[in-house]
């Protein structure tokens, strides 16, 4: 396999998101009523940077999933435009083929993303097959990268998936997803299925590889602690948009959002001391079909104004590394915890 992937800059983006929406269309009733749809994601923009870990965060429902299968272009968006290292996806500088063997995807479902009728190592070789790689070659490609995630090639190469643990498919799904040579890969809940001790050691494993491979990783997790420990930066999603992007760090230790404030509350804290007073969040998120008004949030957050249901936030920078969707920190939105826009120069 290829050393190092080309790094470029420490800050250019590999892939740039702009405007991305999906609205999935609601069937009518047989009188016609109904229709509508669900606007899983409404408005999305955001950089990965070369050679970084993006985390994504969010509860359940906030549209994670739905983002990552527009990046990988498994569904079609309502709008918006994808730029892979300066390219537009699917334009004629980037057709499909060519972008879908540079980003790769691991799903949570270990055994669902495997046919069962192929042994592990055919798995692995089909893809770089499919693009044109002689059999032998892909087939000795697919043994070292078994041996790479930590499936010695003698024991494993001739398994069938079924024969094999949940963290030994999530190790053939990452040797399938590497198998063609990615600089980018998606994880989208890639470890939550597995047992904990399972779970850290996939876990080292996926940031040896990025380190060895030069890989870049958008990494999706309704799981904080572990979102922590992957990600240089992270992205809080709530109801189909961003609410706060930042680093990791200031992001874990200064939330500007109240939404990023209330998830973190409710998360398991490692640190006693670390533990805030504020309100964990209560309820689900509202039905992303008739999404609130104004700030999306402002029905559970503690600290909405009448102005909330109003206005819609625009994103604006928050301390150094962090920017953030939310009335209080925009100078002038008339939330009275909001700079007046005379202060505000
Ligand atoms: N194919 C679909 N048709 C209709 N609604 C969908 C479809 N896929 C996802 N949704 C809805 O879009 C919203 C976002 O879902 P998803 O992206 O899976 O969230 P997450 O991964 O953050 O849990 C949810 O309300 C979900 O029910
Ligand atoms: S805009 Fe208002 S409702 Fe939304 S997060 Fe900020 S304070 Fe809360
Ligand atoms: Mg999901």
Known sequence: MDAINDIGGPAQPLLTVRGLQKHFPLKKDPLGRGGGVVRAVDGVDFEVLKGETLGVVGESGCGKSTTARLLMQLIAPTAGEVIFDGRAVGGRDLPLKEFRRRVQMVFQDSYASLNPRLTIEDSVAFGPQVHGVARNEAVHRARDLLARVGLEPQRFAERYPHELSGGQRQRVNIARALALQPRMVILDEAVSALDKSVEAQVINLLLDLKAEFGLTYLFISHDLNVVRYMSDRVMVMYLGQVAEIGSSNALYEAP?????????????????????????????????????????????????????????????????????????????????MARALAQAA
């Open 256 to 336: 500007a959002h109240p939404y990023t404030r209330a998830l973190l509350s409710s998360m398991p804290s490692m640190d006693p001391d670390h533990r805030t007073e504020e309100a964990a969040l209560a309820g689900d998120p509202p039905n992303p079909i008739n999404p609130p008004s104004g700030c999306r949030f402002h029905p559970r957050c503690a600290l909405a104004a009448p102005v909330c249901s109003q206005r819609v936030p625009a994103r604006v920078v928050a301390g150094a590394q962090q920017a953030v969707s939310c009335l209080i920190h925009e100078p002038g939105s008339g939330h009275p």
